[in-house]
Each structure stands twice: as structure tokens, then as C-alpha cells.
């Protein structure tokens, strides 16, 4: 079987963990012999050091933001070289919670898209990027109902300037060929599976 790469996209709080979770199931449900799932930042040496990094608390956190669009680069290739590719490879579902798209919305917001873009351009496009969307008060309201403390106002403008690079991605991605779908990621759980599912749907039906 040909394999197949899905990448989910969204800013914090839109559902993206829990939909990549149901699209991998999904795979599996459909008969898929081999699916992976995973996430980036990844749990591997560059991926736990972004974790503390991106921590307050931690000593780590030293680092100014012009680091991390090359540690989540450094990341990415890890994660391709390790999981990604050798996975596709071997005919695998690769389903990933947050790709290049996240680097180009959040990582612009502080060198702008022009820099991440170049620094991301090398890496292999997924066959389709979904791209959660959600009121950022809604995907507010989801942060605090997981129970972490935040500044509400801080939080809401960051979650809307963030929402506001993802809606750039998509224009600059379709630009360069890639398929991007948004999917209204509101309303339950099974609901947005539904969207996810028709829009992976359209892409295998296309493929054949
Ligand atoms: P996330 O998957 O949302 O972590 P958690 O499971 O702890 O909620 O990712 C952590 C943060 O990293 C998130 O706010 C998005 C950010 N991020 C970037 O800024 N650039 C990137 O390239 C990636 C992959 C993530």
C-alpha cells in the first residue's frame, strides 16, 4: 500500500492532540498495516531541550526567540530522519501533531515567515495538512478547562496573533503547491473526527 502523510495543524487549544489521536485509530480501523503516530516538538534529545526550553521556569529558558525557529528545525530533521521517512518508507499512515506549518505561524510571529519558510524549505511536504480552526476564546476557554494558569489577556492576544500567522500559512502554502485543508474544529469531539476523516477521504479517493 502506498503510504500516506497527514500533518494536523492548529493554534493551542483547537483539538489538535485528540484529532490526530482519532485520525491514527481511524487508519488502523480501515485496515491500514502499519500506523504511526507522532508529534512535534518530538520526545527526542532536540525535542525534550525545546520542551525545557519553551518551560519559564526552567534554565534553559535563557534562549531568545530568534533560537527557536532552528531548534524546531533541528527537530524536524531528527524526527524525519529517525521516524518520519523510514516509516514512509515502509508504506506506512504517518499522522503528526504539528509539522513545518507550526514553525511557519508561530516562529514568524518573532523573524517573520520569510526566514522560517527558507530554514523549512527543504523538508518534504506532507500529502495534507489539516488546519484546525477555532474562535481563540473557545480554544481559551479549553486551555483553562485542562487547568493551566494563564494570563487570560496575554494568552487570548497571543492565541489570536498565532491564528493570524496560521491564516498567512495557508495563502504561502497553497502558493507552493501543498494541500491544505481548514476544518471548523468546533462542536464535539466526533464531530470534527468526521471532518478530518472526509477531508483524508477526498485525498485517498484523489490518489486512488
Ligand atoms: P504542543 O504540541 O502544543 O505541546 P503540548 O502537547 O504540550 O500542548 O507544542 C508545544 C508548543 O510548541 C506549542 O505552543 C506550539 C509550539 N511549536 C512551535 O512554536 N513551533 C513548532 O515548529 C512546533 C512543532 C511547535
Known amino acids: 500500500m502506498r503510504s500516506v502523510f497527514i500533518d494536523i495543524e492548529g493554534i493551542d487549544g483547537s483539538g489538535g492532540t485528540t484529532q490526530a489521536r482519532l485520525l491514527a485509530r481511524w ?24 520542551r525545557r526550553a ?19 528545525a533541528a527537530d524536524r530533521r531528527d524526527h524525519l530522519d529517525r521516524l518520519v521517512l523510514p516509516a514512509l518508507e515502509r508504506g506506512c499512515a504517518v ?12 516562529q514568524s510571529l518573532s ?4 526566514e522560517v519558510a527558507a530554514l523549512n524549505a527543504r523538508f518534504p511536504s506532507p500529502d495534507l495538512a489539516i488546519h484546525l480552526v477555532l474562535d481563540p476564546e473557545e480554544c481559551l476557554r479549553r486551555i483553562q478547562a485542562r ?12 492565541l489570536r496573533r498565532v491564528q493570524e500567522a ?11 503547491g501543498e494541500r491544505v485543508v481548514r476544518v471548523d474544529a468546533r462542536g464535539p469531539v466526533e464531530a470534527v ?7 483524508v477521504e477526498d485525498l485517498l479517493r484523489e490518489r486512488g
Open 27 to 50: 487508519f488502523e480501523s480501515r485496515g491500514w498495516p502499519e500506523v504511526v503516530l507522532t508529534c512535534e516538538p518530538t520526545d527526542g534529545p532536540v525535542g525534550r531541550f525545546i
Open 193 to 199: 473526527h468526521a471532518r478530518v476523516v472526509a477531508a
Open 54 to 72: 519553551l518551560d519559564p521556569e526552567d534554565p534553559a529558558a535563557v534562549l531568545g526567540d530568534a533560537v527557536f525557529p532552528y531548534l524546531f
Open 147 to 158: 487547568g493551566r494558569g494563564l494570563d487570560r489577556f496575554e494568552a487570548l492576544d497571543r
Open 166 to 176: 496560521y491564516d498567512a500559512v495557508v495563502v504561502h502554502a497553497r502558493a507552493s
Open 111 to 114: 523573524v517573520g515567515l520569510a
Open 95 to 106: 499522522v503528526t501533531d504539528r509539522y513545518t506549518h507550526s514553525s511557519l505561524a508561530y
